[in-house]
């Protein structure tokens, strides 16, 4: 789901320097994966168009993870020169049919989703939380500026953060929907809650889309709650786009963390933070003493905070009520209209008066309905 581009001269000349030695020698320029080379275990979760399993690679007695795949595209060779610790390392490929599939790192803690999700998460203080706003943000930042190609990821969400052993955050599952369906449209059920307003419209996307994206992720570890929870795609769609709608910071929520995701929120994307200022933003945040006992006592009074979110999500639900309810009286209204036009047509088919119209728009009327 990522999108990839080359606007440097350096990234133009890698990206094109890739593409032609794939031409040339397709799936050479990186590890080739034998698929008897690889035992698989358990399934361990989905990614963009494909399954992920955990696996050993034998020949090399590694760990590692492998996504399936109906196919390969530019993905491997593009993933081949990132390398970032906050980014899941990239090992190799299989290229033997029907048995495509990318191989990476594998991550034991599972992702970052299934963390806030557990009791475990009910340890996590500040110092945690800022260790890892500040390592999502330094693997973001390097796919936007610092590697060899350029790459949006267009789906950064907490399940497509994954964790190792020693709980340090990589950015996993970017390239496949771009390159395997050839289009930008975001079809997946489940990432609307993090989507930004332009990606949910398929209009042109620029990085700051990613930071929206990153803004939802910070709100998931501060509060540890589902975004839009009990809330389908479409309807997240629908609040997020037409109702300017955004998800509930609490009142208590110390005010630099507030800020920072109202501005990854903003619905005019240029006036989004990059994620240079976004890192900026982090460093003067962790070097504020008053911070800590702040952010502590709001992660510890969860109870106290927690109906504001459930109340924002009963009103959203009654809007979305009504906007049902208004609906079906459209609905209505233009059946009856329908109606009505097919009456006239059969009445003017047999030359009826102008009374007889008169009494007939009477008994059936468009606008009859109330709205």
């Not at 029907?98 to 790192?105: D, R």
């Not at 390592?135 to 399940?159: C, F, N, T, W």
């Not at 609307?192 to 398929?202: D, L």
Request: a negative charge; aromatic letters at 8%.
């Amino acid at each position: 789901r990522a999108l990839y581009s080359h606007s440097s001269p350096g990234r133009r000349n890698a990206l094109d320097a890739m593409s032609q030695y794939a031409m040339s020698s397709p799936g050479s320029s990186f590890v080739q994966i034998k698929h008897e080379d690889l035992l698989f275990y358990e399934n361990c979760g989905g990614g963009s168009f494909g399954s992920v399993y955990r696996a050993l690679w034998i020949s090399q007695d590694k760990e590692v993870a492998v996504k399936k795949l109906l196919k390969i595209d530019k993905e491997a060779e593009i993933l081949s020169v990132l390398s970032h610790k906050n980014i899941i390392q990239f090992y190799g490929a299989v290229l033997e049919s029907p048995n495509y599939g990318i191989v990476t790192e594998y991550a034991s803690g599972g992702s970052l989703y299934e963390y806030l999700s557990s009791e475990q998460s009910e340890e996590m203080d500040m110092e945690q939380i800022m260790t890892w706003a500040i390592q999502i943000a330094k693997g973001m930042h390097y796919l936007h500026a610092e590697a060899p190609v350029k790459v949006i990821h267009r789906d950064l969400k907490s399940r497509n953060v994954v964790m190792t052993a020693d709980k340090v955050l990589k950015i996993c599952d970017f390239g496949a929907s771009k390159f395997l369906s050839h289009t930008t449209h975001m079809t997946v059920v489940g990432t609307f809650p993090w989507m930004a307003p332009e990606v949910i419209q398929s209009l042109p996307v620029s990085e700051t889309c990613d930071t929206y994206s990153y803004g939802v992720v910070l709100w998931e570890m501060l509060t540890r709650e589902v975004p839009f929870k009990g809330f389908e795609g479409l309807q997240v769609a629908w609040l997020v786009v037409e109702k300017q709608e955004r998800l509930t910071i609490p009142t208590s929520c110390p005010a630099s963390f507030a800020e920072l995701m109202r501005k990854c929120w903003q619905a005019d994307p240029k006036e989004r933070p990059h994620f240079k200022h976004v890192l900026v933003t982090l460093e003067t945040m962790a070097n504020d003493s008053r911070l800590p006992d702040q952010c502590n006592s709001f992660l510890h009074n969860k109870d106290q905070w927690r109906c504001e979110i459930e109340s924002t999500l009963e009103r959203l639900r009654k809007l979305e009520r009504e906007l049902y309810s208004k609906e079906k009286e459209l609905e209505e209204r233009e059946r009856r209209l329908r109606l009505w036009e097919e009456r006239l047509m059969e009445r003017s088919n047999m030359s009826p008066s102008p009374t007889s119209l008169l009494m007939e728009r009477s008994n059936i009327s468009p606008v009859s309905t109330t709205m």
